[in-house]
């Protein structure tokens, strides 16, 4: 079986199965939505997942994370825990409080890699991300290019990633203002031709400036941060950026999942 066929595999498994085993909290009931996954690329891999987050989900994430976010910050130079503020990131991040909805989403996010859920050491704290008018997250790579945030106490590398649009002004019934701007760009990546994929794709962006993800309330983009078949050898063509928002508001999901377990205390 291929790689691209195990993924689909798994998106049949969620639709099939509905409703996971796992009952916590006040009536909680951990449900995986029938997501449906579209190839964009297989080396790197990337793939779209349309409808990863359920609108109830979508709801929780932000009334949980009200109030809570700060300047968003990048790896600093110094040590593994030095964090800078930037110019070249200008959003507003937070993290996510882990309770029943946070862990159902994390164990779809390590079904969808074929991931067990006693792995779920290996990923790092769910983190939502605030863009307003202006606000932007220049070039870059997930993967870290300075080896003192990748050591193997702290859980190597990051693996893959995935990026899931949960909040886009302009889609309620009320008078937000409709999001312009504040697509995900991947400029070295080929841009798929068909047009059923404009729903999802910024087709009027010239195709020499890569693939630029359309913000869609619910879907996710997903992709591997290592070349295949290294140890730890970041992928430079996973580089991307977060486009500047030119009107609205949007608020993304942020899932990293380490090559190992992280310290302790770090979720």
Not at 1 to 20: E, K, P, T
Not at 25 to 51: K, M, N
Not at 106 to 118: D, M, P
């Amino acid at each position: 079986m291929s790689r691209v066929q195990y993924h689909a595999a798994l998106a049949l498994v969620a639709l099939l199965a509905g409703v996971s085993a796992s009952h916590t909290g006040a009536g909680y009931v951990c449900q995986h939505p029938p997501y449906e996954t579209r190839l964009i690329s297989s080396s790197p891999l990337v793939v779209y997942l349309d409808g990863f987050v359920t609108p109830e989900e979508r709801f929780h994430l932000k009334a949980a994370t009200h109030g809570l976010f700060a300047r968003s910050a990048v790896a600093g130079r110094d040590s593994a825990d030095d964090r800078t503020i930037n110019r070249v990131r200008t959003s507003q991040s937070t993290n996510i409080p882990r309770d029943d909805v946070v862990q159902c989403i994390e164990q779809r996010a390590l079904r969808f890699q074929g991931l067990f859920a006693e792995q779920e050491e290996r990923l790092e704290p769910l983190q939502l991300v605030k863009y307003g008018i202006g606000e932007h997250y220049h070039y870059h790579t997930d993967w870290y290019t300075d080896p003192v945030h990748a050591t193997a106490d702290l859980g190597g590398n990051r693996a893959s990633s995935f990026f899931a649009y949960v909040h886009v002004s302009g889609n309620e019934s009320t008078s937000t203002e409709k999001l312009r701007g504040g697509g995900t760009n991947f400029p070295v990546l080929d841009a798929p031709i068909e047009d059923g994929w404009c729903d999802f794709i910024d087709c009027d962006e010239p195709w020499e400036n890569g693939i630029t993800f359309r913000p869609v309330e619910g879907s996710a983009v997903y992709w591997e941060n290592l070349v295949p078949g290294s140890q730890d050898q970041g992928d430079p063509r996973t580089l991307h950026a977060g486009l500047a928002v030119v009107r609205g508001e949007k608020i993304g999901m942020n899932i990293w999942t380490r090559q190992s377990k992280l310290p302790l205390g770090a979720r």
